[in-house]
């Protein structure tokens, strides 16, 4: 957890983005892993690696953002 809490999220938020939309043509890799894992053909190691290298900034901006909510009070005003 320390390791996420050196990483600023607005970078991590922009690697998100770029990492979940590139390459931009002809469809994201992202978008093309997530159908091959839901219709069951994701079984190379190049397309697991691809989905995670893709996802993982998403994941990691997720987890960040979680801990950041986690470590506000609830009643701040």
Known sequence: MKLLDKIPLGPLILAAIFMSLAPFKPQPHLWE?????????LSRPVDIFDL?????PILLAFA???LERKKTPANES
């Open 33 to 41: 892993k997530l159908n091959m894992l839901f219709a069951g053909t």
């Open 52 to 56: 995670f290298m893709h996802g993982g």
């Open 64 to 66: 960040k953002f979680l």
